[in-house]
């Protein structure tokens, strides 16, 4: 169990206790200012700071991880990711009140690209997404926050996960759950992380596992993965797929493109 699920998740897993989407979180008035300047203070700053991040990196072939440690601590404490797959998405976007689509903050900071591919949900009348500056973005709040149905979002979002992105939620002053993001590697900002080894994000629930009879050794699982978990051995000559649980995130993408239907999302 993870150090959320201990401390938010009250018996539960973090993401899928009902009191880290509640109304009485939307009081806090360090939140609320939080959401004001998120656009700026957290993407528009984060995005700069991951460019000389990556540029130091690849100097130095690793952070210092005094630097590391910082920075991860301060995402703890302020948005925070974790992967999720879509039977997650269809759990948690299924049961929201309200579901508002955005364009995507950080493919904005890094290349001024709209791409609608950033979700917010609301359990209550008093959605916190109305407290985000979508002038951002130059367009007006009611023209930036879209809304549609909890079902469509869900279908929107099993179409982007059919082109290639994984799930992840993200916390907008922890434990407060607040985006559900589509994200592709190099584009999202806590995913760019990853690859200088600071994790501003949890791996998911759920690790992938591979049916070895099953298996064809067609290699469409280790193309389809992100984050480099797939690999191959052999096996009574004949070649299979090898998940690696450490590397895993458990996104589900291999599971999903996978023709023999030989990998599964396991619990880690």
Same mark, same amino acid.
């Given at each position: 169990?993870?150090?959320?699920?201990?401390?938010?998740?009250?018996?539960?897993?973090?993401?899928?206790?009902?009191?880290?989407?509640?109304?009485?979180?939307?009081?806090?008035?360090?939140?609320?200012?939080?959401?004001?300047?998120?656009?700026?203070?957290?993407?528009?700053?984060?995005?700069?700071?991951?460019?000389?991040?990556?540029?130091?990196?690849?100097?130095?072939?690793?952070?210092?991880?005094?630097?590391?440690?910082?920075?991860?601590?301060?995402?703890?404490?302020?948005?925070?990711?974790?992967?999720?797959?879509?039977?997650?998405?269809?759990?948690?976007?299924?049961?929201? @009140?309200?579901? %508002?689509?955005?364009?995507?903050?950080?493919?904005?900071? !890094? #290349?001024?690209? +709209?791409? $609608? *591919?950033?979700?917010?949900?609301?359990?209550?009348?008093?959605?916190?997404?109305?407290?985000?500056?979508?002038?951002?973005?130059?367009?007006?709040?009611?023209?930036?926050?879209?809304?549609?149905?909890?079902?469509?979002?869900?279908?929107?979002?099993?179409?982007?996960?059919?082109?290639?992105?994984?799930?992840?939620?993200?916390?907008?002053?922890?434990?407060?759950?607040?985006?559900?993001?589509?994200?592709?590697?190099?584009?999202?900002?806590?995913?760019?992380?990853? @690859?200088?080894? %600071?994790?501003?994000?949890?791996?998911?629930?759920?690790? !992938? #596992?591979?049916? +070895?009879? $099953? *298996?064809?050794?067609?290699?469409?699982?280790?193309?389809?993965?992100?984050?480099?978990?797939?690999?191959?051995?052999?096996?009574?000559?004949?070649?299979?797929?090898?998940?690696?649980?450490?590397?895993?995130?458990?996104?589900?993408?291999?599971?999903?493109?996978?023709?023999?239907?030989?990998?599964?999302?396991?619990?880690?």
């Amino acid at each position: 169990m993870c150090e959320f699920c201990t401390k938010h998740g009250d018996g539960k897993v973090w993401f899928k206790n009902a009191a880290n989407y509640g109304k009485d979180l939307m009081a806090d008035l360090e939140r609320r200012d939080y959401i004001k300047d998120f656009f700026t203070s957290t993407i528009e700053e984060g995005i700069v700071t991951l460019g000389r991040l990556e540029t130091l990196h690849q100097k130095k072939k690793r952070l210092p991880p005094r630097l590391v440690k910082a920075m991860v601590d301060k995402a703890k404490e302020e948005h925070f990711g974790q992967v999720v797959t879509i039977e997650d998405i269809r759990d948690m976007v299924g049961k929201a @009140a309200t579901v %508002v689509r955005l364009p995507c903050a950080c493919r904005w900071a !890094a #290349m001024k690209t +709209e791409n $609608r *591919c950033c979700y917010s949900v609301s359990y209550s009348p008093d959605a916190w997404y109305d407290d985000l500056d979508m002038g951002y973005f130059g367009l007006a709040q009611d023209e930036g926050l879209e809304r549609i149905k909890p079902e469509e979002a869900i279908s929107q979002m099993e179409t982007l996960e059919k082109q290639g992105a994984v799930h992840t939620i993200w916390t907008m002053m922890t434990p407060f759950i607040g985006a559900i993001c589509n994200c592709q590697p190099g584009d999202c900002l806590g995913l760019r992380t990853l @690859a200088l080894d %600071v994790e501003t994000m949890f791996r998911g629930e759920q690790v !992938a #596992m591979v049916d +070895e009879e $099953r *298996c064809n050794g067609c290699g469409a699982c280790e193309e389809a993965c992100q984050f480099q978990a797939i690999s191959s051995r052999q096996l009574s000559g004949e070649q299979v797929a090898v998940v690696s649980p450490a590397q895993c995130f458990g996104c589900g993408l291999c599971r999903n493109h996978c023709p023999e239907e030989a990998l599964a999302m396991v619990g880690r």
